[in-house]
């Protein structure tokens, strides 16, 4: 179909072996987990692979909230009648495809627990609503993210959960790769792409600052469109990328001098 054909790679820039890692993990059935901060590519990562490998991709964010429930499925009432609605990890149970839980760590712990006998040689998945036990499609694969967030506010993933996976750890990506990304994601001329990595990097740097999470590529994928579209570079900088780091006025003027510097 002509429609198929204009669906859009997603760009991915590769940072280590993470590709190659991922296909193996495929193959071999085990489920993959992606460890790092925020605006690192790892959802980016994902969609490029669930394309390269032509499976579809269905991805949850999860929160605090999201429970099994939310997940396997439920009943609802349709009419005078009571009917079963699949979540969509039973549908990516059942038609194999690539299920992402973003930010597993988030949910409830009843997630956990129901994802376990998916995660080891069984690849099973019980509903316990049904009364029903499913074994997983050949192609099912299951991916989570969890940020190990160094700092306060975020969630543990505990070892007996952890070691189910094949882990890969996401982060910043080296100035001339981001700035790679930068271009590319924006159209940005390089040496403005390569001025936002060096503040980026500059801030990262200031570990003092103690920001609870620091310059994402995200963030400076963002100042740059914005640059792009045509907003001054400086006040650009200001909104895309400080004051979404912090609420803290001294911190703001501090960052906003340092980057009116650098750009
Ligand atoms: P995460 O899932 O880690 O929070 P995302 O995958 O949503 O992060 O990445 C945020 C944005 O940063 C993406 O939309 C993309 O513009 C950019 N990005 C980050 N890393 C990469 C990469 N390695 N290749 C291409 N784009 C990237």
Same mark, same amino acid.
């Given at each position: @179909?002509? =429609?198929?054909?204009?669906?859009?790679?997603?760009?991915y820039?590769?940072?280590?072996?993470?590709?190659?890692?991922?296909?193996?993990?495929y %193959?071999?059935?085990?489920?993959?987990?992606?460890?790092?901060?925020?605006?690192?590519?790892?959802? *980016?990562?994902?969609?490029?692979?669930?394309?390269?490998?032509?499976?579809?991709?269905?991805?949850?964010?999860?929160?605090?909230?999201? %429970?099994?429930?939310?997940l396997i499925?439920?009943?609802i009432?349709?009419?005078?009648?009571?009917?079963?609605? #699949?979540?969509?990890?039973?549908?990516?149970?059942?038609?194999? %495809?690539? /299920?992402?839980? #973003?930010? /597993? +760590?988030?949910?409830?712990?009843?997630?956990?627990?129901a994802?376990?006998?998916?995660?080891?040689?069984?690849?099973? $998945?019980? /509903?316990?609503?049904?009364?029903?036990?499913?074994?997983?499609? #050949?192609?099912? @694969?299951?991916?989570?993210?969890?940020?190990?967030?160094?700092?306060?506010?975020?969630?543990?993933?505990?070892?007996?959960? *952890?070691? *189910?996976?094949?882990?890969?750890?996401?982060?910043?990506?080296?100035?001339?790769?981001?700035?790679?990304?930068?271009?590319n994601? =924006?159209?940005?001329?390089?040496?403005? +792409?390569?001025?936002?990595?060096?503040?980026?990097?500059?801030?990262?740097n200031?570990?003092?600052?103690?920001?609870?999470?620091?310059?994402?590529?995200?963030?400076?994928?963002?100042?740059?469109?914005?640059?792009?579209?045509?907003?001054?570079? *400086? $006040?650009?900088?200001?909104?895309?990328v400080?004051?979404? $780091?912090?609420?803290?006025?001294?911190?703001?003027? +501090?960052?906003? #001098?340092?980057?009116?510097?650098?750009?």
């Amino acid at each position: @179909m002509l =429609t198929d054909n204009l669906i859009k790679i997603p760009y991915y820039q590769a940072t280590g072996k993470e590709t190659e890692i991922f296909v193996h993990s495929y %193959s071999n059935k085990i489920p993959f987990l992606l460890k790092g901060p925020t605006g690192t590519g790892k959802s *980016r990562f994902i969609e490029f692979m669930a394309h390269q490998l032509n499976k579809k991709l269905i991805t949850i964010s999860c929160h605090e909230e999201t %429970s099994s429930t939310d997940l396997i499925g439920r009943f609802i009432i349709k009419g005078a009648e009571t009917v079963w609605l #699949d979540g969509p990890l039973t549908t990516a149970v059942k038609e194999g %495809s690539i /299920i992402y839980l #973003d930010e /597993i +760590a988030e949910a409830r712990p009843d997630v956990i627990v129901a994802i376990h006998s998916l995660t080891d040689h069984r690849r099973l $998945l019980f /509903i316990d609503k049904l009364g029903e036990t499913i074994q997983a499609h #050949d192609d099912f @694969m299951l991916v989570a993210s969890f940020n190990p967030g160094y700092q306060r506010g975020f969630k543990e993933l505990k070892p007996s959960t *952890r070691q *189910r996976f094949i882990a890969v750890s996401f982060d910043y990506p080296e100035p001339k790769i981001e700035t790679e990304i930068l271009v590319n994601e =924006t159209n940005i001329d390089s040496d403005t +792409a390569k001025k936002l990595v060096a503040i980026g990097n500059k801030i990262r740097n200031l570990t003092e600052l103690g920001l609870t999470e620091t310059v994402s590529t995200r963030l400076l994928v963002d100042a740059a469109k914005i640059i792009h579209s045509g907003l001054p570079k *400086r $006040l650009a900088v200001h909104v895309a990328v400080v004051e979404p $780091l912090t609420d803290d006025l001294q911190t703001i003027e +501090a960052l906003k #001098d340092l980057c009116n510097l650098m750009i």
